[in-house]
């Protein structure tokens, strides 16, 4: 069965440092989510990622899928507290007749940030 | 606004009863999503549903039950035979199941404890 792993698990950072989450799959990538959770809440919705070297930034935020399509990278430039929480990358299950709809996640990465 | 409701918030309930938590949704989504996050931990799935009257077991189905009578509501039962549920659980639905564009909205999450 596919699996995603996340490194680090927790991040301690001080503000305005950048930083790099990791998300590694066992098999190939055909739809990669990001997502951010604060403790408690439910998940936002960041980036998604489909194409191999494909690559989206939103504000600080910079998501990257590598070219084989197994493993995934979220970028954070100039860090600030309001980053702090937890990030989480999700994927599609594809099987050979296709998007199970399966959905899995990653055991996520808690970030902090120190003003 | 559209979105996905959680009900309620906090669920407290003593060892050996059943208790259902409540998902609805607004967005005209075809797919639904139940998902269990403990302490630390990432996302694990459920049960997950791409069509109304139709569900899959996802990998920690036992103790579980769910029913997908109509498109907007995906309720979940915890059953007494789930060894530990005391956990937040975090409902979702996306557009989708089956194209690897479609990310997962959330609700904000049940936190259920059982005593």
């Known amino acids: 069965s596919q699996e995603l792993e996340q490194s680090p698990q927790s991040l301690i950072v001080q503000e305005g440092k950048n930083l790099t989450i990791n998300c590694t799959s066992s098999?190939?990538?055909?739809?990669l989510y990001w997502y951010k959770q604060k403790y408690g809440e439910g998940l936002i919705f960041l980036m998604m990622?489909?194409?191999?070297?494909e690559e989206k930034s939103h504000e600080k935020i910079t998501a990257k899928l590598d070219e084989k399509k197994q493993q995934s990278s979220l970028h954070i430039t100039a860090s600030q507290p309001s980053h702090a929480g937890i990030y989480l990358c999700?994927?599609?299950?594809?099987?050979?007749?296709?998007?199970?709809?399966?959905?899995?996640f990653g055991q996520g990465t808690t970030l902090q940030v120190k003003p | 606004d559209g979105g996905i409701t959680q009900s309620p918030k906090y669920l407290f309930r003593k060892e050996g009863q059943n208790v259902t938590l409540s998902c609805e949704q607004n967005?005209?989504?075809?797919?639904m999503y139940w998902y269990r996050q403990d302490p630390g931990q990432g996302l694990r799935l459920i049960y997950y549903?791409?069509?109304?009257?139709?569900?899959q077991k996802g990998d920690i189905a036992e103790g579980y039950s769910v029913s997908r009578e109509k498109k907007e509501s995906f309720p979940l039962t915890v059953t007494s035979a789930q060894k530990n549920p005391t956990a937040f659980y975090l409902c979702?639905?996306?557009?989708?199941?089956?194209?690897?564009?479609?990310?997962?909205?959330f609700g904000n999450g049940t936190r259920l404890t059982v005593t």
């Open positions: 979702a639905s996306r557009r989708s199941g089956t194209a690897s564009n479609s990310p997962l909205h």
């Open positions: 098999k190939t990538l055909y739809g």
């Open positions: 990622l489909q194409k191999g070297g």
């Open positions: 999700g994927a599609d299950i594809v099987m050979g007749s296709g998007n199970t709809g399966k959905l899995i």
């Open positions: 967005l005209n989504h075809d797919a």
């Open positions: 549903s791409q069509i109304v009257n139709d569900f």
